[in-house]
């Protein structure tokens, strides 16, 4: 499962017994014939690593996908943006920023014929 927000902070504190129950509600709650609790389950705490502390760009409240748009544009014809923030549809994936870098680099292609 993929968590943000609140629930991602509780993760990052709580024990992996209780992560386990709050992902057996949550398929409790959708599906029939859930499997018991698994052997082990591994949880990553992103929010916790000193490292990393969770942080990646996302689309806030209000969010206009003009100002994704802004920033896919070519600057003097030369200069492309990429990466995970360039991307509308998969913000804050690895995917959203690979996808990005290869739009990037068709616009800069494009923009040498
Ligand atoms: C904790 C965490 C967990 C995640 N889990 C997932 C997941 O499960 N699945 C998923 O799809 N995505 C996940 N993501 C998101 C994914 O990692 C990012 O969306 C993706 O790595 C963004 O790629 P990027 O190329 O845009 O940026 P980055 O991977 O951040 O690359 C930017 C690069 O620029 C370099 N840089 C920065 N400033 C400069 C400078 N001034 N000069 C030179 N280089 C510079 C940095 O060192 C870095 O190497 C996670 C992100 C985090 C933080």
Not at 28 to 52: E, M, Y
Not at 91 to 113: F, K, M, P, R
Request: with cysteine.
């Amino acid at each position: 499962m993929l968590l943000g927000g609140a629930p991602s902070e509780y993760i990052d504190h709580a024990t992996d017994s209780d992560v386990w129950h709050l992902i057996y509600d949550s398929l409790n709650a959708n599906f029939t014939d859930i499997l018991t609790q698994p052997k082990h389950i591994l949880v990553t705490r992103w929010g916790a690593d000193p490292f990393s502390r969770g942080s990646f760009s996302f689309p806030q409240p209000h969010h206009q996908v003009k100002w994704v748009q802004a920033l896919q544009q070519l600057i003097d014809h030369r200069l492309g943006f990429a990466g995970e923030h360039c991307n509308a549809q998969y913000a804050g994936t690895v995917h959203g920023a690979y996808l990005s870098g290869i739009e990037a680099a068709q616009n800069i292609l494009a923009s040498l014929d």
